[in-house]
């Protein structure tokens, strides 16, 4: 079992940045991969990053390519997703999840494969 808290979400002007945070707590924080999905109104979930095991490797969607960092502390057991550049369309309300099967070096992109998930964070930027 992984239980997983996102925060971090909120109101910021095009072009700002935020920092979403998911702490999780559970199963050993090293031993699953992470990713982050958005899901917009009325469109369906998708995915925003990943990031394997270690924490060395990650993967990201190319709308926030080149614009976002995804990282992870050990000793907090928390997932970092920093968002610079912000747009209008990076409102939603972004998504943690845990994949539990996922492989050392697996960097899973696709809903189906996550085992948890958090509640959600809103994030709003205006124009």
């Known amino acids: 079992q992984v239980q997983l808290v996102e925060s971090g979400g909120g109101l910021v002007q095009a072009g700002g940045s935020l920092r979403l945070s998911c702490t999780a707590s559970?199963?050993?924080?090293?031993?699953?991969?992470m990713g982050w999905f958005r899901q917009a109104p009325g469109k369906e979930r998708e995915f925003v990053a990943t990031?394997?095991?270690?924490?060395?490797?990650?993967y990201y969607a190319d709308s926030v390519k080149g614009r976002s960092t995804l990282s992870r502390d050990y000793a907090k057991n928390t997932v970092y997703l920093q968002m610079n550049s912000l747009k209008p369309e990076d409102t939603a309300v972004y998504y943690c999840?845990?994949?539990?099967?996922?492989?050392?070096?697996?960097?899973?992109?696709?809903?189906?494969?996550?085992?948890?998930w958090g509640q959600g964070t809103q994030v709003t930027v205006s124009s």
């Open positions: 559970g199963r050993t924080f090293g031993s699953y991969g």
């Open positions: 990031i394997n095991w270690s924490g060395a490797s990650t």
């Open positions: 999840a845990a994949d539990v099967d996922a492989s050392y070096h697996s960097l899973t992109t696709t809903t189906a494969e996550y085992d948890y």
